[in-house]
């Protein structure tokens, strides 16, 4: 159904606010994640390793990182442990960002195959674009902007159903020109559905 409705509203012109709105509907407000965030080399070795535990509840995020089974401090401003991930990877906050509008140059754009309306957000000095899925409505792509310029880009690489979900449990976060970039991975997703 939510499929059918992002499909709906972005082949009607729908304006900015409500495709990232549709978009932000797919994402369980009150949901657990668990997974591992891998800093690699582009040679594919492995350079840091952690464990992660993010629980939303009530417009209220937490994240808690482990390497060795024992807790890690952590900056939530900047990208995290010298990963390529910042908080707003893992939370996606710039989806509730009101300064939103279409990029009419890059329009039509493929990722992985999907056609995609593609969206700047901005909030305050920071800049993201996005790039959603025409058919499904989903989050395909972002970058965080710099003086007009991509510095970090997310993408998702493979997708897993958890119980009724479907959602990426492999993404990749580059920052451009590192020569690094850093895997995130789903193992464990729990929602509380809403009643």
């Excluded at 499929?3 to 606010?17: R, V």
């Excluded at 901005?122 to 790039?131: H, P, S, T």
């Excluded at 920052?175 to 970039?181: A, E, L, N």
């Amino acid at each position: 159904m939510i499929a059918l409705a992002a499909a709906l509203l972005i082949s009607t012109n729908a304006p900015a606010a409500e495709v990232v709105a549709n978009c932000r509907s797919m994402i369980p407000t009150d949901v657990e994640l668990k997974g591992r965030i891998v800093l690699r080399s582009r040679k594919g070795i492995v350079q840091a390793e952690y464990g992660y535990d993010l629980v939303r509840k009530a417009g209220a995020t937490d994240l808690k990182l482990t390497k060795d089974d024992k807790d890690v401090e952590f900056e939530k401003s900047g990208q995290i442990l010298g990963t390529d991930v910042t908080w707003s990877d893992l939370t996606l906050d710039y989806l509730w960002w009101d300064d939103v509008s279409f990029d009419a140059e890059r329009e039509g754009e493929t990722v992985h195959g999907q056609v995609c309306t593609v969206i700047v957000m901005k909030k305050g000095d920071r800049q993201v674009r996005v790039w959603v899925d025409r058919k499904t409505g989903a989050l395909m792509q972002a970058e965080e902007m710099k003086d007009g310029k991509a510095v970090r880009r997310l993408w998702g690489t493979r997708l897993k159903k958890f119980g009724e979900r479907w959602m990426a449990n492999v993404m990749e976060v580059e920052t451009i020109g590192s020569g690094h970039r850093t895997k995130i991975t789903v193992e464990e997703l729990k929602v509380e559905e809403t009643k």
